[in-house]
């Protein structure tokens, strides 16, 4: 009995052909949403929606797989905590070499049988995602939660207050006041 070759790719929208591939190019798009990232339980990402294009060379014993990330990600921004949708652009490629058991493996290649029927790329998709997401997450400039600024601000002086007070000669101090009550 054939297999039904349209239900296989409902269940795993996320495989490309290897063996019964033809050599050339081929283009598949992915439509990256949140029930991508909530599938994942390790996943620091909960929410998103990114269009991943895939640009596949086949060629005899090697497929070269060019991926074009673009969209936007939900995080918590490093300076108000606020979260924002934070864009994200980039471009990865990844290989995977065909049938050749000794090769080697490496960050950016795999090694399949050339037999295999199919490859899944979700966790490559996961992972460029990830890598293309900035180490520092703000907010653009003046975007910050203004409340949650205001508090930082009046923190950071509440600070510089009991620092100063624990360190400034006292005579000093009674100074620093009789300035500010000028104001
Ligand atoms: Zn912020």
């Known amino acids: 009995m054939q297999p039904d070759f349209r239900q296989m790719e409902n269940k795993n929208e996320f495989r ?5 591939l033809a050599l050339g190019n081929h283009t598949y798009r992915f ?3 949140d029930d991508f990232f909530a599938g994942l339980e ?19 014993t090697m497929m070269t797989l060019k991926f074009g990330i673009k969209g936007e990600v939900r995080v918590q921004c490093d300076r108000c905590a606020d979260e924002f949708d934070l864009p994200i652009e980039d471009e990865r490629v990844f290989f995977i070499k065909l049938g050749d058991e000794n090769a ?3 960050e950016d290649v795999a090694v399949v049988s050339a037999d295999q029927a199919d490859f899944d790329v979700s966790s490559l998709i996961y992972e460029f995602i990830i890598l293309a997401i900035p180490m520092h997450r703000v907010h653009p400039e003046g975007k910050c939660n203004p409340e949650i600024m205001a ?3 009046s923190d950071q002086n509440n600070e510089e207050d009991i620092d100063d007070s624990n360190e400034i000669d006292p005579r000093w101090a009674a100074l620093k006041d009789l300035k500010l ?3």
């Not at 490309?16 to 019964?20: D, E």
């Not at 990114?50 to 060629?59: A, G, P, Q, S």
Request: aromatic share 2%; no cysteine.
């Open 16 to 20: 490309i052909p290897v063996s019964g």
């Open 31 to 33: 439509e990256i949403k």
């Open 42 to 60: 390790y996943s620091e990402i909960q929410q998103g929606n990114v269009t991943v294009r895939l640009d596949v060379e086949r060629e005899e």
């Open 104 to 106: 080697e493996e490496s």
């Open 151 to 153: 508090l930082l601000l």
């Open 181 to 183: 009550n000028d104001k």
